[in-house]
């Protein structure tokens, strides 16, 4: 038995100050454990927390604010790229938002991350792609604030682009896809994990897009899990002053 602790004991100073720490209580093995940034401004951090929320996967978390001073060092051990999110299960590490969501749909194959229509599937990872690596004019103009108050922000060329092609992405999936249900493939799926950060930008600066899409912004802010972030996000001490755009003077409600 001294042995099989050893692992334990390493995890726990390997990991340090983020309490990663096996479930000594159960005599059980770790717990997944997802490390992210400022509920209020993180929209990578969004996107694993919610759908594992979603789909009832059981979590622990650990909140690192963006600027504070050893937030490099505190995820040095997690991720190679020192960013948020970064899952761990056990000695596995994940980081990026997108490969998280890979991961826990391949460990949870009940939570159906994916839709189980081999056409959806692929369109589904197509438009998660698409989130991934694009709408940065998007990103720049409208970062995620979810205390701000819901006022509306002009648009340049690019972004106004840039909305209109998530307009006709959403518009595409429900259409194709969505079966009548409320999400863009019917049931939640990674896809919608992907984009709730825009469905928080689109709220928070009061973006129009057309009734369906309309639709399904209201559709993920009825969710208890939206709520639940809405709500610690708010709660958050922490105000990033270049993330505060077009309202300088925010102050906690």
């Not at 694993?48 to 963006?66: C, D, N, R, Y």
């Amino acid at each position: 038995m001294r042995g099989a602790a050893r692992p334990a004991r390493a995890c726990l100073r390997a990991i340090g100050m983020l309490i990663l720490a096996c479930d000594l209580r159960a005599g059980g093995p770790l717990a997944l454990h997802l490390i992210i940034g400022n509920k209020n401004y993180s929209s990578w951090s969004l996107r694993p927390w919610f759908a594992m929320k979603v789909a009832g996967i059981a979590f622990e978390e650990t909140v690192i604010s963006l600027e504070a001073p050893d937030f490099k060092s505190r995820l040095k051990a997690l991720s190679g790229a020192d960013k948020v999110p970064a899952l761990v299960d056990s000695d596995t590490r994940v980081w990026e938002s997108l490969a998280i969501l890979e991961y826990l749909a391949e460990k949870f194959p009940a939570a159906a991350l994916w839709p189980r229509d081999p056409a959806a599937r692929a369109h589904a990872r197509a438009i998660a792609s698409e989130m991934h690596a694009g709408f940065q004019a998007l990103r720049q103009q409208l970062p995620m604030n979810v205390r701000r108050p819901v006022v509306a922000r002009a648009l340049d060329a690019a972004a106004a682009a840039d909305v209109a092609r998530i307009d006709a992405i959403w518009n595409e999936c429900r259409a194709r896809f969505g079966g009548g249900g409320p999400y863009l493939y019917g049931a939640f799926t990674a896809a919608d994990a992907m984009y709730a950060p825009v469905v928080s930008r689109f709220h928070t600066y009061a973006v129009e897009v057309g009734a369906a899409a309309t639709a399904y912004t209201r559709a993920i802010m009825a969710s208890p899990a939206w709520s639940e972030w809405r709500a610690a996000a708010r709660r958050e001490p922490w105000v990033l002053p270049q993330d505060e755009v077009d309202w300088p003077d925010v102050r906690r409600e």
